[in-house]
């Protein structure tokens, strides 16, 4: 069984960074992309990262490109995204993803996230 397990979100304030962390199990970690997703309010489910399977490659959606840093440690099983800069509009909860994930849905496997809230 596929398990996934966010953490490291929290309360920051605008400008403020957060490493987020994604522990996985029940499947061959370092055979897979993975994928960083977001729920925003009012916005709904959006891709925000993704990584290859052995980490050579990266992708941003554009509003996050060049202040988040995602990252994976295939020796142990764990996934990171690194957020630099928060803003108000990166509120929301924080799922990884296996697989890739550009158009997140209901259907995409995703842990139970990790709730990340930017306020001054």
């Known amino acids: 069984e596929v398990q996934l397990v966010e953490s490291g979100g929290g309360l920051v304030e605008p400008g403020g960074s957060l490493r987020l962390s994604c522990a996985a199990s029940?499947?061959?970690?370092?055979?897979?992309?993975m994928s960083w997703v977001r729920q925003v309010p009012g916005r709904g489910l959006e891709w925000v990262s993704d990584i290859s399977s052995g980490g050579s490659y990266t992708s941003y959606r554009r509003s996050v490109k060049g202040r988040f840093t995602i990252s994976r440690d295939n020796a142990k099983n764990t996934l990171h995204i690194l957020l630099n800069n928060l803003t108000a509009d990166d509120t929301g909860m924080y799922y990884c993803?296996?697989?890739?994930?550009?158009?997140?849905?209901?259907?995409?496997?995703r842990g139970q996230g990790t709730q990340v809230t930017v306020s001054s």
């Open positions: 993803a296996k697989g890739y994930a550009r158009m997140p849905s209901d259907g995409t496997v």
């Open positions: 029940g499947f061959t970690f370092s055979n897979h992309p």
